[in-house]
């Protein structure tokens, strides 16, 4: 989704591919300082708190990401 906004923004070569828990926190911390870095402000949000699937706090994220892109 960040690429989409922001094409190149994530190296796809710097995601992990292995289906460990460990690669799925360094993934969505790679995602969040990703959104970052494209200037979302993402503040009180973790990567626990998408990989629980925390609603309001997801779906802000994603917002954020969608207000970047246009």
Do not use: Y
């Amino acid at each position: 989704m960040i690429n989409v906004a922001v094409p190149e923004t994530v190296d796809e070569r710097a995601i992990t591919k292995t289906k460990s828990q460990t690669a799925f926190i360094e993934n969505l911390t790679l995602a969040l300082n990703s959104a970052r870095s494209i200037g979302c402000s993402i503040v009180n949000i973790g990567a626990e708190d998408l990989k629980k699937g925390t609603e309001h706090l997801v779906l802000g994220f994603l917002w954020q990401i969608i207000r970047v892109s246009s």
